[in-house]
């Protein structure tokens, strides 16, 4: 029953605004915690640490569910915007 | 639609709360705009879902003759569970096989096109893929209208209805409400499993429209405050698990969609879902933070309605019902000031307030004030340890294996008793209190 996020996403439709991600990391040297751990919370696995240790995102499956902004709200780290109207995902069940 | 057509309210968002708030407007009348950024309503929208007949009932009373719905709701089982099994309680009666059944399995995203179809065929002017991205001024700072990422001047109105949802940025941004705290969020993960009808009512022991829900807590969520559901629809089942927000960054080693496989592969679930087709994984915010975190609800020109004033009742599961009836509640107070000739000033729609107050909503709302306190404070104990001491009793009692049964009742206590000690006494008090 397990299955990987990449299995699960390909499930889903999606409308990619290609350009204009609606999420980004600002430019950082060392993450702080809140963003590390959008490694593990982020339910499309968006986020993931390069070989510097910085936090990066590729937002393409992301279901826009917010958790990303509300954990790094403090931090300042990550700017966040809904997707501009008619584009991200959509959603045939819900 | 020319952008300087003055409207007399306009709603931002097409969920429950939205969909009802225009739906009640347009219908009695009033120039309505409806701004959705989703595709279509609904295409944004995630929920368990449990639709409970009545809130909607009270607007569009033969609902039931036209919605999509998919099971009425026969059976509850609430589930403790620990890493093996589940102890639980079921309630089923064949009462609610009735001509106006109370609760409906639905599904979301087919539900809210339904109810948004309404609201067009009520007489509402209804946007789509467009996101409001602020609120229109005066030089008084009253909201007059709202900026989309549309080309244009934006869109006017006497009042505009914040139907935005949980994550609700236009209000935030506007600096109507402060941002959601970590700790008032829960993350909800989610997905669709198909089977044939007929596997579904045998597994579940139901017939014709008949369903059933699940609702579990326990070792499932990893001590982290959370729930997880399974709920039963036509031909798909829903399932999912949820945990607030702080906890999961705090542990910051857990994946919501690990808590999700987990619980699908837990020995109570997995034969359930067996040989199911999974055809869409969704996530979502709830918000779960309670009275206490309700914003501010209505200024010069504006009121909040449902997710987006935070209306979830999250220990009984119900947040759809509170968006529509905040919704209508709104629209009700927006129309009699509209007939009165009044402005919708912040004193105004004071009237929204008090039509909450005298409504399940907000008594509610009071009721289980303390209930996010005490889960912040108490929640792994009342997540993880207790339903391990309640499974273990269960064992102890049941299992015939030549122990006396005072010897037993012996056991149980002390298990307890090692495991909490003096807490026992506190836990139950505060549990007390906070229910109340
Ligand atoms: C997993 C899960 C299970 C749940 N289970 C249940 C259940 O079984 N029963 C129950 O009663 N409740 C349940 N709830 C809660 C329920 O889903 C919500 O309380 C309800 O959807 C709130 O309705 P709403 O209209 O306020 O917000 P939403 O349904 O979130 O609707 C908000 C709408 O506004 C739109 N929008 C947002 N921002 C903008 C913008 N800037 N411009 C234009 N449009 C915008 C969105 O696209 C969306 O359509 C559950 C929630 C979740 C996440
Ligand atoms: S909004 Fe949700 S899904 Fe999208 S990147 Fe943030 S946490 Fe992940």
């Known amino acids: 029953m397990s299955d990987t996020i990449e299995n699960r996403l390909f499930q889903n439709r999606y409308i990619v605004d290609t350009g204009q991600p609606h999420i980004r990391v600002t430019p950082h040297e060392t993450p702080s915690e809140a963003l590390q751990s959008m490694v593990h919370v982020c339910p499309a696995g968006c986020y993931s640490k390069n070989e510097h240790g910085q936090v990066e995102i590729v937002a393409d499956g992301c279901m826009e569910c917010g958790t990303c902004r509300v954990v790094c709200q403090d931090t300042g780290e990550i700017e966040w915007s809904y997707p501009r109207g008619g584009f991200g995902v959509l959603f045939k069940f819900g | ?436």
């Open chain 2, 1 to 436: 639609m020319s952008n300087t057509t003055r409207f007399d309210a306009i709603v931002v968002g097409a969920g429950p709360s939205g969909n009802a708030a225009a739906y009640t407007m347009a219908r009695a009348g009033l120039n309505v705009l409806q701004i959705e950024r989703g595709e279509y309503a609904g295409s944004k929208n995630v929920q368990g879902a449990i639709l409970y007949a009545d809130a909607l009932e009270q607007m569009i009373p033969d609902f039931r003759e036209e919605a999509p719905l998919e099971r009425h709701i026969v059976e509850q089982r609430i589930w403790m569970m620990d890493d093996k099994g589940h102890t639980g309680m079921h309630h089923r009666s064949d009462d609610y096989n009735e001509e106006r059944p109370n609760r409906y399995t639905i599904i979301r995203a087919q539900f809210d096109k339904w109810f948004n179809r309404q609201v067009r065929d009520a007489g509402a002017t209804v946007l789509y893929e467009t996101t409001v991205t602020d609120l229109l001024r005066d030089a008084q700072g009253r909201v007059i209208g709202v900026q989309t990422d549309r080309e244009g001047d934006g869109y006017y109105a006497d009042v505009v209805v914040l139907a935005e949802g949980v994550n609700a940025l236009v209000g935030q941004r506007s600096g109507l409400r402060p941002e959601l705290r970590a700790e008032d969020v829960a993350l909800a993960v989610k997905e669709m499993h198909f089977l044939p009808q007929e596997t579904i009512e045998s597994r579940f022991n139901i017939t014709g429209g008949e369903g059933v829900v699940i609702e579990a807590m326990g070792t499932i969520t990893e001590g982290m405050v959370g729930t997880a559901f399974l709920y039963t629809n036509r031909e798909s089942i829903s399932i999912g698990i949820g945990c607030l927000v702080s906890d999961l960054s705090r542990v910051g080693k857990c994946s919501p969609y690990q808590l999700l496989d987990r619980f699908k592969a837990h020995p109570s679930i997995r034969s359930l879902l067996e040989g199911s087709e999974m055809k869409e994984y969704a996530a979502h915010l709830i918000p779960e933070g309670g009275y206490r975190a309700i914003p501010e609800l209505a200024g010069d020109g504006w009121i909040a309605v449902g997710d987006a004033g935070h209306f979830v009742n999250a220990v009984h599961r119900e947040g759809s019902n509170l968006a529509m009836t905040t919704g209508r509640l709104a629209a009700e107070t927006i129309i009699d000031l509209h007939r009165q000739g009044q402005r919708c000033t912040r004193q105004a729609l004071g009237a929204y307030r008090k039509r909450l107050e005298n409504s399940f909503v907000m008594k509610d709302m009071k009721k289980y004030k303390d209930v996010p306190r005490m889960l912040e404070k108490q929640g792994s104990t009342i997540m993880d340890l207790y339903p391990r001491l309640m499974n273990g009793a269960a064992q102890t009692w049941f299992r015939v294996d030549g122990r006396d049964k005072k010897a037993k009742e012996n056991a149980i206590v002390k298990a307890a008793w090692h495991a909490r000690g003096l807490g026992l006494l506190g836990d139950a008090v505060k549990l007390a209190r906070a229910w109340r």
